[in-house]
């Protein structure tokens, strides 16, 4: 059975910092390129980074360059993201994503809130 579970999120201030995590288990997870992506109310689900299956290459959304990092540990079949700077609009729920080609495979996760106001 597939399980993409994240947790971390929360409630926090402008400026500060927020840790999710995506704990998976049934499939082969260091096959797969991870990503984050997050849903606003009212708004289309956006990607938010993307990392390589080796963890080798990561790719972010311009509003979040500089700022968020993403991670995985393949030993441990967790991805990671670690917010900094926080912002009101970085408010959503955030969404962990597996996904690999040949064959085409994609899984997603129940998703995290997070949700940034003083």
């Known amino acids: 059975q597939v399980q993409l579970v994240e947790s971390g999120g929360g409630l926090v201030q402008p400026g500060g910092s927020l840790r999710l995590s995506c704990a998976t288990s049934g499939f082969s997870f260091s096959s797969y390129a991870m990503s984050w992506y997050r849903q606003a109310p009212g708004k289309e689900r956006e990607l938010v980074a993307r990392?390589?299956?080796?963890?080798?290459?990561?790719n972010y959304a311009d509003s979040v360059k500089g700022r968020f990092t993403i991670s995985r540990d393949n030993a441990k079949n967790t991805m990671y993201l670690q917010m900094n700077s926080l912002k009101p609009e970085d408010t959503a729920v955030y969404y962990c994503n597996a996904r690999r080609t040949l064959p085409v495979r994609e899984y997603w996760g129940q998703g995290t809130q997070v949700t940034i106001s003083s």
């Open positions: 990392i390589s299956s080796a963890g080798g290459t990561a």
